[in-house]
């Protein structure tokens, strides 16, 4: 899905006072509240808070599968978004899976194939094009999703726990993969997750969120690469949760 209204052009994304209510039978529930951001080009913004803080729905909105019940979102170009599962088609292999975000972008039939090569050794699977996914492992199937991604030439990449579902070796690898291909290509990154540590591992700027609101924002002044499990993570992210749990 993408999102082509126009940001100020050093901004990747501006967000002012979005706002969303459902309606149910049940009654008005409102998820967000007012919510303002902005997320400057090259810069990797996380996303924390816990289950129904409305992080997942400003998420939505930001890609545009969903719209705010009042509000403004201005994308500066294109969006493209990656989830936590990886949604690849089974009856295509993996470079084929690639090649489908090649053939919505327009690319000519016959420049896909070797491009779409190309964004598979980007994320290091070069030797795996021809697999389908049932032969892939999770990590692998989730860098083939962040390949699909890379392939829709997106100005904001919006991540939405794309590795909560992985075991913790993996999801460290990963986090070094995601981190070495954002700043090779400098991508401006939207990251949703519940992992605070994961969130100080990978953001140079967190944002906290409660009740619908943006409660708490903080940059990550640690030199990369940064170690999951370092006493520095630990600390950066447990003042975070202190902040986050007197806000809740």
């Not at 999102?3 to 149910?24: H, M, N």
């Not at 692998?140 to 075991?167: F, H, I, S, Y």
């Amino acid at each position: 899905m993408t999102v082509t209204v126009q940001a100020p052009a050093e901004t990747a994304l501006q967000v002012r006072g979005v706002t969303k209510v459902f309606d149910s039978h049940e009654g008005r529930t409102a998820a967000l509240h007012g919510v303002d951001l902005d997320v400057r080009r090259g810069e990797f913004v996380t996303v924390v808070g816990h289950s129904g803080c409305g992080k997942t729905t400003l998420l939505n909105i930001v890609a545009g599968l969903d719209t705010p019940t009042a509000g403004s979102v201005e994308v500066g170009g294109k969006s493209a978004l990656m989830f936590q599962d990886a949604t690849l088609l089974p009856w295509l292999t993996a470079r084929q899976n690639v090649e489908l975000a090649l053939k919505l972008r327009g690319v000519p039939r016959k420049e896909r194939a070797a491009q779409a090569e190309e964004f598979l050794s980007v994320v290091r699977l070069g030797d795996a094009g021809s697999r389908r996914p049932h032969e892939l492992s999770g990590g692998m199937k989730q860098r083939v999703n962040l390949a699909r991604c890379l392939a829709q030439n997106a100005d904001l990449v919006l991540m939405d726990e794309p590795l909560g579902a992985l075991d913790a070796m993996t999801r460290d690898l990963l986090h070094d993969e995601i981190e070495r291909v954002v700043r090779e290509r400098d991508l401006t990154v939207m990251f949703v997750t519940h992992n605070m540590r994961e969130a100080v591992r990978l953001g140079d700027r967190v944002i906290l969120m409660a009740y619908g609101k943006i409660v708490h924002e903080q940059i990550v002044d640690l030199p990369h690469p940064r170690i999951m499990d370092s006493a520095e993570v630990a600390e950066r992210a447990g003042d975070l949760t202190r902040r986050l749990h007197e806000a809740a």
